[in-house]
């Protein structure tokens, strides 16, 4: 029987992996969770928007329409949005989803928290609107792009008049 050896690329990307493994354990454990196979960016997305707003988590981690319920019985649909630094290579579809009042969108940066927002689906319009939006259907979603959030970054008070939430990283 021939022996191959193991090529070196190969112990190289095992060692990544337990890495990734530990630090994915820790964060699991940090959130209170013991196990799972969620992306780790939904999960820590959900438990941060829940600490922002006051928030419990859904009966569900996985259930559709929302994934947090405020203390008034409102409910939250909480999605993230990644991208590298500078460009964005990604874009969000925002949609108003029925019996949903919230929705909270996340924003990475090389996997750095920028901030997140929570905007109230049964206003999207105005919200379009004043991001200079021209699709179609902007009552029932938003085409949320990197220059959107620049001018929501940059201007929070007038988005927060249209009842948007922001919370800017850092938090602190």
Known sequence: MNVVPVPTRVVTLIAALEAYRQARQDLLASLGLPMSNRDPLAEISEHLVAALT?????????????DLILPDEQKIQVRYLAN???????EHLITRLPNVEWYALVLFEAFTLQGVLALPTAELAPIGAALGKRHPRQDEMLRFTHRNWCTIRGHPERFREMGVRVWRSPFA
């Not at 006051?54 to 929302?66: I, K, M």
């Not at 590298?84 to 990604?90: A, I, K, L, Q, S």
């Open 84 to 90: 590298p630094t500078g460009t964005w290579v990604n």
């Open 54 to 66: 006051g928030a419990t988590l859904a009966p569900s981690r996985v259930q559709a329409d929302y």
